[in-house]
């Protein structure tokens, strides 16, 4: 298992000062935000080059609009297509740079598809449209040896994919390569009543880990039992990046810088007694 780092996370001026300083630290990838823009995150990607690794691109951004482009599932077909093509240029941008791969989640908030019961519920109606996404992206990432990840959220931010197994359901559905699950221990910790376990009912389906504490802060700030979830993705075999997505504690540059070096050593040492 790898340890990454979401780019706005890491100290530093500058793009190349944040990669620096990620190499001086020990890790071993940097996360990109698509909410930079495609054109950001390829200059990002030439700084980062023989430094650091981008793994992993966190989000989808209409490249026409900069918006968020989160509407899967929603029943506007124009709004669908447009966040599907969006997630293709950032998948197009992952084969290039060999990163792992996307992370979407498909909608935030409520369901926007109307109730047609007892014909069919808005989750049965979500499941069929996510499913064709799928179907077409996933071949089209699959193309460029990436990944298509569905993140699954907590009750308060998504209503649609929650648990794990909401995420391996779609997977399953779809059928086609190009699709993964990301797994985010903050969003675990809310909605799963056995995160462990439920590392291990995803098994092969878990691409790529989000870190934070309960606190949303970073590791070792709270009670998550890390060493348990190291230990069941070692069980299932999972090798990949595990990347921090939350906030970093301290009121001043220099205090985030060392919490956050701490962290890594906190991670590190759960990582060796799992």
């Not at 390829?42 to 509407?71: M, R, Y």
């Not at 190009?178 to 985010?184: A, K, N, P, R």
């Amino acid at each position: 298992m790898k340890i990454a780092l979401q780019l706005g996370l890491v100290p530093g001026a500058t793009t190349a000062d944040r990669a620096k300083w990620a190499r001086d630290h020990g890790v071993e990838g940097i996360e990109l935000s698509a909410w930079s823009g495609l054109e950001t995150m390829k200059k990002d990607a030439d700084a980062l080059q023989g430094i650091v690794p981008v793994v992993s691109v966190c989000g989808n951004a209409d490249s026409e609009t900069g918006t968020g482009s989160f509407d899967f599932v929603d029943p506007d077909r124009e709004k669908r297509r447009r966040s599907i093509d969006s997630s293709k240029k950032i998948l197009a941008f992952c084969g290039e740079v060999g990163a792992v791969g996307q992370i979407v989640p498909p909608i935030f908030g409520g369901p926007k598809v109307p109730d047609l019961s007892p014909f069919k519920t808005p989750l049965e109606l979500e499941d069929e449209l996510m499913v064709a996404a799928c179907q077409e992206i996933g071949p089209f990432a699959a193309e460029r040896k990436t990944l298509f990840m569905l993140e699954p959220l907590n009750r308060y931010e998504q209503h649609y994919l929650k648990k794990q197994s909401d995420g391996v359901r779609i997977i399953k559905a779809a059928g086609v390569p190009g699709i993964g699950l990301l797994s985010d221990l903050f969003h675990m910790h809310i909605e799963e009543t056995n995160s462990p376990q439920a590392l291990r009912d995803a098994g092969p389906y878990v691409s790529h880990i989000h870190l934070a504490d309960n606190t949303r802060m970073e590791p070792g700030t709270g009670d998550i039992d890390l060493v348990a979830a190291f230990k069941a993705l070692k069980e299932i075999g999972f090798t990949g990046y595990m990347a921090y997505e939350c906030g970093i504690s301290g009121d001043s540059p220099e205090a985030k810088s060392a919490n956050l070096a701490r962290s890594l050593n906190y991670v590190r040492e759960c990582i060796a007694k799992a």
